[in-house]
């Protein structure tokens, strides 16, 4: 039955009032926090801070089995409990433990989710991104980074790129190819490493928002047989955005913080719009400015409608009429949409939106940070590779 | 049920079996015969409509109708679009028999909603002067006289007013605030009705009333009193038109990705390129947005939540959608597109009707707008 | 020197006083008519009736050389004439004989030059599109219409498409696989054929803004080997749109009937705008529409200074710091402008746009029509192919 | 000479010169030295180009100029674009300077000209209160005093105000009509500067004037009558910042291509991609559009033809171009082109500035389309 109301029972809502109360005791008046794009370490500590009580609560697997420090709860109470964060907000999962969550919980051995999904649960290990080579972005079939068996260790050589915020992270599953004779797809392995292991040196990089992203080199970098997940060579077929949306392993869609910073963004505009007179008039009655805001609010709408679709397949399974692959043309939308709305913005805040802090800063510059941030909308694919998957995979095009 | 897009049983009914009647009656030659015919639409496919009992789903069974859901209603829509059914269910169904249901009075009712769901009598709503939807878009003078009123003004884009055997005209009282809403017989003396050829071959028409006598039972509604009804019945016939244009989308995009596939240049399916690969996607993506809007909006109605914002979003979208949507399809055809002999022409010519029928895109972007900004408004 | 005027010495100054005292004798007025989109025989009538007094005076042929049928003036002067053409305005040149003209010049013989130049430079004999097939657009090297030698004469069986207005030609440049053998753009051949030779069978077609398109059948259709341009097999190379812009065998490029009609469309929509109403104000307050009016402008003059551009490096050659294949930009920005001109005048005049006539129609119905025939915008090669042109030959990206 | 491009000979000289120099002297390091330097530019570059007599092109000879045209000062600028010099030619020179020679009188010309030909005087103009350069957008007051006048306001985004010894203040005398221009000496008692961190990394402040005063020789041109000459020198500063962002896109271009051509992923270079192909061409697309629309206002400069119109439409194509070839680019590079190190992002970051710098494209749009409609105004 046609329906967009997640809390439709007593206890859904009073699941949505706990995680509330929770919020109102451990993040009052809510914390922005994009470990994307923040390097502050007191961002980073209280973030953690924050994300260590949710831990706490048992709340990072709400989802997970009971017997993988998960919780076994429902996809539509993790759809609460995230649009609460959302919504008020909390500050952002920290790196990709959630991703790696997803993962070992397929494919990795009853013990390897004993062991790593206690430190992710917690929130005590982060976990960066171990895929991404200089000359291997999207195309995961062209990494170059090796390891070969001894004993019953591995060896890694090679480097990774592109890290984000890898230098706060304990952990990172590293893809490797172990079979160079196999065809580029098939020869790939998946480790975890403990980013600790004697070998493995950082470099830092900072993207334009102010965020560090990391290169990782791995020399010689020795890794128990233990930290191989699922079978050898089989890494392509098991990773979890080779279907194209990185969703597909996840109980149930849920709302995302980082979008919904689109959104506390917009009426951020909004407040500025209000107490902004230009030539006389206040800005919120300029008809240009407001076909201006209809036009992302009718963007952020659809934002926010494509979560309930995709959480709807997957839970319920795809619904006629509606295709299989939505979440990538979900991953269309946001990316195409997010540089424009950020643009827009700033057109809007106009030419001092582009003083970045003091007195004379418009909405202590955020517009303009955030803008920086929008070029960053190539993270886990171009829109045109998810066109291009869309187009594939979702309407049956040639390859 | 918490977050769902699956319809319910009956509604899957209903919408296959519109899927099966409109496959047989409306193939592609039919609707372009319909569009040539004299006669405002096929009056055979207006009987079989009203025996499969569509023309009263949402009318309460006390008038003769299936008193279903909105979103019953709904699921007919999308196959509209998708068949281009040359039927004027939209104007005369969900607009001229809903306002007689919103605001009739019990005899109006009685008189009227049984014979509108027999598809025995047709209402042609005529609510506006300049081609806008707004309220400050309604001219149509009524003088109060002898009891009654007398009409004057010009109605456009008036939907099927030749078969019509009654209007329902938009006008304001003279000296009071306020639209008012008269039933009007279509032959009464003093109106004219003139055919307005137009880019979607729909049977539009021009209706002129010329001292155009009516006696105060032809008032629907409170004198004055009846922008909220209206507005509340075209935001589910805004809500109708965007699914109608999703619907229609679908069926473009499997033009568009057939030919795509088929259509074999320089050695390759021209669908290979991501040029023409961009421009299917750019089809299916405005099809997924308008489709989002409209069921949300849709469903809220069935929930007696407000809808006006939501209902200007979705119809907005539709707009844009049904320009996007048909000139991509247009991009990836090229020659052939261009023929009217082609399909695709059918819909970019409905479309464009589509566009601006029930309000165009600044219009529901502007009333988006302020119901977000000043929801209390 | 960098130079924008045309006429700047009294001569040229004097020429286009000539031109234009000839246009208000001829057609004072003006007179629309796109051969494209028209069917009315009035229309054709009146346009032929044109361009013979135009041709008497010698001007369809004014730059080329005198001994065939031309006047031999300069680029500059074919310049001038053209603008004045497209400003008055004059009805289009009827169907392709221009394009025939400069490929006969280029790659026809002397008896071919001086017996076919003749018909061009007096308008008494109309040429038709030859190249386009139902399974081959834009690809002439995917083309299966053949010709093979039969002593001293050619037959030719096969099928063209799309022939715009060539019900109304007396004859056609008919490209034909003359070696079947051969890779596939190197064995064609083009041969000039009349129209009225047994075998040809003409079937229309409608296009959405009411011209009258073919399709030509060739059943053993026999032509005299003198009717074969240029060397067997060779056509491929010598076509003239081969180098991605039409123009480029042109003496020196200039301005176009049909893209000064969307200027014209555009005053139309500016008249419109200041004589109506809406919510009380002229449309020509509406601080929106002017925006949107603001836009059409901008690209408007682009495609204005683009004909400059392309003139100066057809009679001078490629300035430093702009593409040598500007004509192929020039092409991207009118087929991506035209349909979104047309969309933004039909949304400006408002939802009574869609009537097509009669009193209730708003100017006539012409931005109707107009909107119409922007799906003519594939003519020539699609925005796609233009895209892909400029991105390969003229950035020198891979294909 | 009748439709030409081509640049004549002493302006070619200008250019290879020009490029030669910032070749040698404005490598990325210097300019990402530069942003972050407490200086607001190197003093040894702005000498450099004082000895090429670049600080001097359009200056009258009488004052130590080489009383050049426009086109031969418009070479300079995609250069300029092209490397990101980071020097405030646009604002000391053509803007400052050019309102000097517009509306100054012979003491003042040549009390001040002959200086900043030199290098040896740098003048900032502080113009806009408000970000905005309609007339409307000034609101510095200057109150009549003593036979001089006192300002009062704070000038925002004002170009090397740290560096200047001279701003040219615009402001509106109380109680009379018009907008008025005054030299002021940038250490006046009264005037702080305050350095505006900014997404371009130029050295830009706001400039409070309280209670500064001045005689009325620092008055430039006519009381309430400097807008006619302000509004010109503006335009044609408005052109040139048009042919800065072209000779970036020249360069945003490369970057984009090569960086298309080399860039492998699956199997192949990324530029073979059709929709890299597309993001490429609208670099391409839209850095030819800004410079036809550039260098068309440019000639009528020279010509002596009017030329606002034209230069709105330059500038408002040029602040979309700023923001679509940097987002195109950035499409096409995806991950590194967002790192700092990568040159990308110096571009990406002052297009930024470029975008609203002299009007943004809404205030040029309505302009130009206000001079299309009513030429007289």
Known sequence: MIDFLPDDTPELRAWRAEVRAFLAEVVPGGMHFDYDFDESPEGWEKSLDFWRKVGAKGWIGLTWPKEYHGLGRSAIERWILWEEFANWPAPGFPVIGHAVSWFLLRHGSHEQKLRHLKGIADCTILWGEGYTEPSSGSDLASLTTRAHRDGDDWIINGQKTFGTAAHQCQWMAVFARTDPNARPHEGISCFLVPLDTPGIQMLPMHNMAGGQQNQTFFENVRVPHANLVGDVNQAWSQIWFHQGGQNLDQPGHAPDVMEYRMLRTLKEVFTFCRETKRGGKPLIEDPVVRLQLAELVEGMEIIKLQSFELHSTLVNGTAEGWNPLGGVFNQIHYREFWPHFAQVCMDIVGPLAQIEGGRWAQLQGRIEHYFRGSFGNHAGGTAQLKRMTAATRGLGLPR | ?377
Chains 1, 3 share one sequence.
């Open chain 2, 1 to 377: 049920m918490a977050i769902d897009f699956h319809f319910d049983e009956q509604q899957k009914l209903i919408r296959d079996s519109a899927r099966e009647f409109f496959r047989k009656h409306c193939p592609p030659a039919a609707v372009r015969a319909a569009a040539k015919a004299t006669e405002d639409f096929p009056a055979e496919l207006w009987a079989g409509m009203a025996d499969m009992g569509w023309l009263g789903i949402t009318v309460a069974e006390e008038f003769g109708g299936l008193g279903a859901s909105f979103l019953d209603l709904y699921v007919l829509y999308p196959e509209m679009g998708r068949f281009l059914v040359p039927a004027p269910h939209l104007d005369a169904v969900v607009v001229g028999a809903g306002l007689v249901s919103a605001l009739g009075s019990v005899e109006q009712k009685q008189a009227i909603l049984r014979e509108v769901v027999a598809g025995k009598l047709l209402i042609a709503p005529a609510l506006t002067d300049t081609g806008g939807f707004g309220a400050e878009d309604i001219t149509t003078e009524a003088r109060g006289a002898n009891g009654g009123y007398v009409l004057n003004g010009t109605k456009l884009l008036v939907m099927a007013a030749g078969a019509a055997n009654l209007l329902v005209v938009a006008a304001r009282i003279a000296g009071a605030e306020g639209v008012s809403l008269f039933l009007i017989d279509a032959a009464a003396p003093g109106v004219a009705r003139e055919k307005l050829p137009n880019i979607a071959g729909y049977p539009l028409y021009a209706v002129t009333f010329t001292d155009v006598s009516v006696g105060a039972e032809g008032l629907l509604g409170e004198a004055g009193g009846a922008w909220p009804a209206l507005e509340a019945v075209l935001d589910k016939a805004a809500v109708l038109q965007a699914a109608m244009v999703a619907g229609a989308g679908e069926r473009v995009l499997e033009i568009a990705v057939d030919y795509a596939k088929n259509r074999v240049q320089f050695g390759t399916p021209i669908g290979k390129h991501q040029a023409v690969q961009y421009l299917c996607t750019d089809v299916a993506v405005a099809q997924r947005h308008t489709a989002l809007l409209a069921l949300h909006a849709a469903w809220r109605i069935d929930r007696g939540l407000p809808v006006a914002r939501e209902a200007s979003l979705a119809k907005a979208m539709a707009a844009k959608a049904a320009a996007v949507m048909t000139f991509s399809a247009h991009e990836v055809h090229a020659g052939i597109g261009f023929m009217e002999d082609y399909d695709l022409s059918m819909y970019t010519r409905r479309a464009k009707h589509w566009e601006s029928h029930l309000g165009d895109r600044r219009h529901h972007l502007e009333r988006a707008i302020a119901l977000t900004l000043e929801p209390a408004a």
